[in-house]
């Protein structure tokens, strides 16, 4: 007997064949939804990454702008001791009332003086003002009536900044309450 197909089975076939038709279908959907999804993280991703190489970039200019802004601190550190000495030799100077010595090694600190303030190093004199631990070295406390406690009253060593930045306090003396 031949194998015939009868309406019955060729409905069923058809319904099989649009069953298996339906489950590619919603096969394709959901490989779709999983790559669009997987598009989309990586999308993300992406826009991270991107932002996160910005702010890495921004953030390694600043750090160049700060280290060439603040490059000589050292230099200077070292140059400030020689400054101290030309004060003292001016003080000697013009105790033994020395006029060309005087003049001439005024001169030389002036000089000296200028070439820091061109390159942002500022000295730090703070008498009469509040002594102020970030700023001041206090050295010596002497008990006075005259002024209002912790306020400079003598700057024995001054302090020096190279832009917002602290090379060396200032050293100075600073009133206390009397005793009493």
Request: net charge negative.
């Amino acid at each position: 007997m031949a194998d015939r197909v009868t309406p019955r089975d060729a409905g069923e076939q058809r319904s099989e064949e649009g069953l298996k038709k339906q489950e590619d279908l919603e096969s394709s959907q959901r490989r779709v939804a999983a790559a669009e999804q997987q598009r989309d993280e990586y999308l993300d991703l992406l826009q991270r990454t991107r932002a996160d190489f910005e702010n890495y970039q921004k953030r390694n200019q600043r750090d160049l702008t700060e280290e060439r802004r603040y490059a000589h601190a050292g230099f200077a550190r070292e140059l400030l001791p020689i400054v101290d000495n030309l004060q003292r030799a001016l003080n000697a100077a013009r105790q033994q009332e020395g006029g060309s010595l005087v003049e001439g090694v005024n001169m030389v600190q002036a000089q000296l003086l200028d070439v820091f303030r061109r390159f942002g190093i500022t000295p730090i004199d703070p008498r009469g003002q509040p002594f102020d631990p970030n700023l001041h070295e206090a050295v010596v406390m002497e008990p006075r009536t005259d002024v209002a406690p912790n306020t400079v009253i003598e700057t024995l060593e001054p302090g020096y900044r190279l832009h917002e930045r602290i090379l060396r306090p200032a050293r100075v003396a600073v009133a206390a309450p009397p005793a009493g």
